[in-house]
Nanobody, 115 residues
Framework: QVQLVESGGGLVQPGGSLRLSCAASRFTFSSYWMYWVRQAPGKGLEWVSSISPGGVGTDYVDFVKGRFTVSRDNAKNTLYLQMNSLKPEDTALYYC????????RGKGTLVTVSS
């Protein structure tokens, strides 16, 4: 069974940074596009970023472009999301997922941006 375990969330002040990690196992990580999605309090899931199997191709939702960077280490089966210049509206539960609709996803890591 696919396993995705996110970590790295926490409380950060506006303008701060966090780096999320997602440890993947029980599937061939290097063969899949991987995704970060998030769910803000009281809202639905929204796609944040995608990365191609080799890590060359990336894409971002407009409101994180220039602030977030997705990357992966296929040797470590790990996905990352570097988040800079965080805003209160970035507060959400962040999931890594194996598909854009997050049908297969981890349990999430909570990011809270607040002063």
């Amino acid at each position: 069974q696919v396993q995705l375990v996110e970590s790295g969330g926490g409380l950060v002040q506006p303008g701060g940074s966090l780096r999320l990690s997602c440890a993947a196992s029980r599937f061939t990580f290097s063969s899949y596009w991987m995704y970060w999605v998030r769910q803000a309090p009281g809202k639905g899931l929204e796609w944040v970023s995608s990365i191609s199997p080799g890590g060359v191709g990336t894409d971002y939702v407009d409101f994180v472009k220039g602030r977030f960077t997705v990357s992966r280490d296929n040797a470590k089966n790990t996905l990352y999301l570097q988040m800079n210049s965080l805003k209160p509206e970035d507060t959400a539960l962040y999931y890594c997922a194996r598909d854009k609709t997050a049908t297969v996803r981890g349990k999430g890591t909570l990011v809270t941006v607040s002063s």
